[in-house]
């Protein structure tokens, strides 16, 4: 074998390498004042962005003057520093700004190294906790009888749903007239090659005693957050992969995709 052909697998090896290495995490919103960061001890950046450069400058302005950020899984207030970058000449580059915060410890810091991201906001949400449990027995038969009622829409979706794993979601104390949102898993999506495992999850949402289908998100939700300021919550859903999977998805005006968050 010629020293070139032995060598190829570890010159190929060398320019993987830095390149994996040095990925670092990505939020982007198309929600101006939404944000993904690392959780305080850690301190590493995260490069925010949005679909334009103006929700990027109102937040490097936010962060470098000293204003507060709001965590949305829990409404704590932190400190955000966002980094601007520039080019070779000193211009401002404005695809991304170099976001951290600091704030309230996890009270799981000295228990664990696992680390933790969080969505903060510019703002202080109207509903910093929401009331998750076990749906009720009776929002259960009324959904599924929703979905009996027509089966050439829903046929596909009824044997893969979850009944035991249902949970319901709504802003604790909330009026008797109030949406409920309701999260029932689905059929487990794996791709061992891609290192990839996410369970779907179908989400549905009950006012008095009709039930609506928003439709599929992609992994367990994490928690849910106010990004509304209604009795919508946000979903921050998680899909196991070879690294860092998470989306936001908001209900208000239909189930859409409004953020991402990943890296390595």
Same mark, same amino acid.
């Given at each position: 074998?010629?020293?070139?052909?032995?060598?190829?697998?570890?010159?190929?090896?060398?320019?993987?390498?830095?390149?994996?290495?040095?990925?670092?995490?990505?939020?982007?919103?198309?929600?101006?004042?939404?944000?993904?960061?690392?959780?305080?001890?850690?301190?590493?950046?995260?490069?925010? #962005?949005?679909? @334009?450069?103006? *929700?990027? !400058?109102?937040? $490097?302005?936010?962060?470098? /003057?000293?204003?507060?950020?709001?965590?949305?899984?829990?409404?704590?207030?932190?400190?955000?520093?966002?980094?601007?970058?520039?080019?070779?000449?000193?211009?401002?580059?404005?695809?991304?700004?170099?976001?951290?915060?600091?704030?309230?410890?996890?009270?799981?810091?000295?228990?664990?190294?696992?680390?933790?991201?969080?969505?903060?906001?510019?703002?202080?949400?109207?509903?910093?906790?929401?009331?998750?449990?076990?749906?009720?027995?009776?929002?259960?038969?009324?959904?599924?009888?929703?979905?009996?009622?027509?089966?050439?829409?829903?046929?596909?979706?009824?044997?893969?749903?979850?009944?035991? #794993?249902?949970? @319901?979601?709504? *802003?604790? !104390?909330?009026? $008797?007239?109030?949406?409920? /949102?309701?999260?029932?898993?689905?059929?487990?999506?794996?791709?061992?090659?891609?290192?990839?495992?996410?369970?779907?999850?179908?989400?549905?949402?009950?006012?008095?005693?009709?039930?609506?289908?928003?439709?599929?998100?992609?992994?367990?939700?994490?928690?849910?957050?106010?990004?509304?300021?209604?009795?919508?919550?946000?979903?921050?859903?998680?899909?196991?992969?070879?690294?860092?999977?998470?989306?936001?998805?908001?209900?208000?005006?239909?189930?859409?995709?409004?953020?991402?968050?990943?890296?390595?």
């Amino acid at each position: 074998m010629t020293l070139p052909r032995l060598l190829a697998p570890f010159l190929a090896l060398a320019c993987t390498l830095p390149a994996f290495a040095g990925m670092e995490k990505e939020s982007h919103s198309t929600r101006s004042g939404l944000f993904f960061a690392m959780l305080t001890p850690d301190v590493e950046r995260v490069l925010a #962005s949005f679909d @334009s450069q103006v *929700p990027l !400058q109102q937040l $490097a302005q936010h962060c470098n /003057t000293g204003k507060a950020v709001f965590a949305l899984q829990a409404g704590a207030k932190y400190q955000c520093k966002a980094e601007v970058f520039k080019n070779a000449s000193g211009a401002e580059q404005w695809e991304s700004v170099g976001v951290t915060v600091q704030g309230p410890a996890r009270q799981s810091d000295r228990q664990s190294d696992r680390r933790e991201y969080g969505l903060f906001s510019l703002t202080p949400p109207a509903t910093p906790r929401w009331d998750v449990r076990k749906i009720e027995p009776e929002h259960r038969a009324g959904l599924q009888a929703y979905l009996q009622s027509d089966t050439r829409r829903f046929g596909w979706l009824q044997p893969q749903l979850r009944w035991e #794993s249902a949970l @319901s979601v709504r *802003p604790p !104390q909330a009026a $008797a007239d109030a949406r409920t /949102t309701l999260v029932v898993p689905g059929k487990v999506v794996r791709d061992t090659n891609a290192f990839y495992e996410a369970q779907r999850h179908h989400v549905f949402v009950r006012k008095q005693d009709a039930y609506v289908y928003m439709g599929e998100v992609p992994g367990a939700p994490a928690s849910y957050v106010d990004i509304d300021g209604n009795d919508l919550p946000g979903l921050v859903v998680s899909e196991g992969c070879d690294g860092w999977c998470i989306s936001l998805w908001g209900l208000t005006g239909g189930l859409r995709q409004v953020g991402t968050f990943g890296g390595h």
